[in-house]
C-alpha cells in the first residue's frame, strides 16, 4: 500500500494508529527488585494488614496506662519488668496488670498492654522500671492495619513501579510482580552519508545521531533497544540488514529514507511490504509510516520516522512514546502537560500542529522557544525542556497568548 496523494493524516489519527500497531507485549512475572521504571499489570492485592500486628512505634515499656495513669516526675510509678521484647521476638507473652514489658521499636505490643511509656519517661530500670508520666491509652502503638488492611488494592494496575511502590510491593509480601515484558525495539538509521562518531569525516558526511537519541529514548520508556546504525540507502542492504533481526523484536522503528526525494531507501524497500507511507498534518515530521513487516509469525510492526533528527526526536515523542507506554501498561502514557505564557510570538504552518522546542519556566509559568522551527536544529532540541505544542488551526501567536507545553523532563 502507499498512499502519497491525498489529505494528510491528524496527529491524533496517526498516533492511534501507532498505539493499535505496537499493541501490548505479554505480562511475565519479574522479581520485584528488577521492575524499576515498569507498569504493574494486575491490581497487587495485600494478603496481610500493614502493619501485620499491634507494634511499638518507641524503645520504652509496655503497660497498661491505668497502671501509669497517675505518675509524675515527683511521684514515679514502679512497675516490675516482667519481660524483654526485642523486635523479632514472635511469642508475644500477655502483659499482666501491675507490670511492663520493656519494648523496643517494631516490636509486638503484648495482649494486655494498650500504651507504650517512651523510654525517656523513666529510669530505664530492667528489673523494675520508675515511670515518671502518665500515658493516653495507645500512646505510641501502631496499630495493625492501621496503613494498610488485609485484601485491600495497595497498587493498581498501570501502576508505575518507582522505589516507593517496589517497596510497598516487599512490605505486603510480594517477591514477584505481574509486569508487561519492556518492548524490544530495532532502532535502525538509514543514510548512506552517515558515519561513526570517532571517525573522520569527509566532505558530504555526518555523523550519525538519530540511533543513539532514539534508542536511549526507547530505553527511557522503559523499553530495550537494540542498535542498526548504518544501513547505506540501498534496498538490498536494508533488506539485507532487517531480515535476521526483524524476528526477535516487537517493533522496528526506522529514522530516514521517507521523504519525497529520490534514494529514499525506507520508503523503497517497504513499499509493498506491509507498509503504509503518507503525510500527517504535524511540523516537524510530516512524512511518516507505519505497518507490518511481513515474517512467519505474522508480521512485526514498523515505524518509519523522518530523518532530521528534530523531526525523528518530535515524532518519536509524538507518535512512538505513547505507544511503548500503552504497549508497558502505563497508566499515563502523556507527557505532564502545562498551560504557560510565551514569552515571543510565534508563527505556525495552517492546517498543521505544530511542536516548537521551548524552555519552560515553571516559577513563572512562562515558555521561550528555543531555536527555529528548523528540524535540523539539534542544539536547540538538546537545550530544551518541553514542546510547545500549537493548534493546528493557530497560525499567529503573539507574545503573551497561553500556549499548551509537554514537559520533557
Ligand atoms: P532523509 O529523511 O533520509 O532524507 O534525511 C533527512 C536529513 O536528516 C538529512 O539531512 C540526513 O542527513 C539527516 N539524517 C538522516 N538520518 C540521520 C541520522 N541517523 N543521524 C543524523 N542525521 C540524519
Ligand atoms: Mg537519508
Redesign the pocket.
Known amino acids: 500500500m502507499q498512499r502519497t496523494q491525498g489529505p494528510a493524516v491528524g496527529v491524533a489519527e496517526h498516533r492511534a494508529r501507532v498505539v493499535g500497531l505496537v499493541g501490548a507485549t505479554p505480562v511475565v512475572r519479574r522479581p520485584v527488585a528488577d521492575c524499576l521504571g515498569l507498569a504493574l499489570a494486575e491490581d497487587l492485592v495485600s494478603p496481610i494488614p500493614l502493619p501485620p500486628f499491634d507494634n511499638s512505634a518507641m524503645d520504652g515499656y509496655a503497660v497498661r496506662a491505668a497502671d501509669v495513669a497517675a505518675a509524675a516526675p515527683d511521684a514515679p510509678v514502679a512497675l516490675p519488668v516482667a519481660e524483654d521484647v526485642p523486635a523479632g521476638r514472635t511469642d508475644s507473652p500477655p502483659l499482666r496488670p501491675g507490670t511492663a514489658h520493656r519494648i523496643m521499636t517494631g516490636a509486638p505490643v503484648p495482649p494486655g498492654a494498650d500504651a507504650v511509656v517512651p523510654v525517656e519517661d523513666t529510669d530505664r530500670g530492667t528489673d523494675v522500671v520508675r515511670v515518671v508520666a502518665p500515658a493516653r491509652l495507645g500512646a505510641h502503638v501502631r496499630r495493625a492495619g492501621e496503613d494498610v488492611r488485609a485484601g485491600a488494592v495497595v497498587l493498581p494496575a498501570g501502576t508505575e513501579l518507582g522505589p516507593a511502590q517496589l517497596g510497598l510491593a516487599s512490605a505486603v509480601g510480594a517477591s514477584a510482580l505481574p509486569v508487561r515484558r519492556p518492548p524490544r525495539v530495532l532502532v535502525l538509521?538509514?543514510?548512506s552519508?552517515?558515519v561513526e562518531p570517532g571517525r573522520p569525516l569527509r566532505g558530504g558526511q555526518?555523523y550519525?545521531?538519530?540511533?543513539v537519541m532514539l534508542a536511549s529514548a526507547v530505553r527511557q520508556v522503559g523499553g530495550e533497544a537494540e542498535l542498526l546504525r548504518f544501513v547505506p540507502d540501498d534496498v538490498a542492504a536494508f533488506h539485507a540488514a532487517l531480515a535476521p533481526r526483524v524476528e526477535s523484536v516487537d517493533l522496528v522503528l526506522t529514522?530516514?529514507?521517507?521523504?519525497a526525494?529520490a534514494y529514499e531507501v525506507v520508503k523503497d524497500a517497504l513499499s509493498g511490504h506491509g507498509v503504509e507511507f503518507y503525510k500527517v498534518a504535524v511540523q516537524p515530521g510530516g512524512p511518516q509510516g507505519l505497518g507490518r513487516y511481513p515474517t512467519a509469525s505474522g508480521g512485526v510492526p514498523v515505524v518509519t520516522l523522518?530523518?532530521?533528527?528534530v523531526s525523528a526526536m518530535v515524532s518519536f515523542e509524538v507518535f512512538v512514546r505513547p505507544a511503548l507506554r500503552t504497549a508497558m501498561g502505563f497508566a499515563e502514557v502523556e507527557r505532564p502537560r502545562r498551560t504557560a505564557t510565551l514569552m515571543e510570538s510565534l508563527r505556525s504552518p495552517a492546517e498543521r500542529r505544530q511542536y516548537r522546542r521551548g524552555r519552560y519556566d515553571a516559577g513563572a509559568v512562562t515558555v521561550a522557544p528555543v531555536g527555529g522551527p528548523g528540524s535540523?536544529l539539534l542544539s536547540a532540541l538538546a537545550t530544551a525542556n518541553c514542546l510547545l505544542e500549537i493548534p493546528e488551526e493557530v497560525t499567529d501567536l503573539p507574545a503573551g497568548s497561553e500556549v499548551s507545553v509537554l514537559l520533557l523532563r
Open positions: 538509521s538509514t543514510g552519508e552517515l555526518i550519525e545521531s538519530n540511533g529514522s530516514g529514507g521517507v521523504s526525494g523522518p530523518g532530521n533528527p535540523h
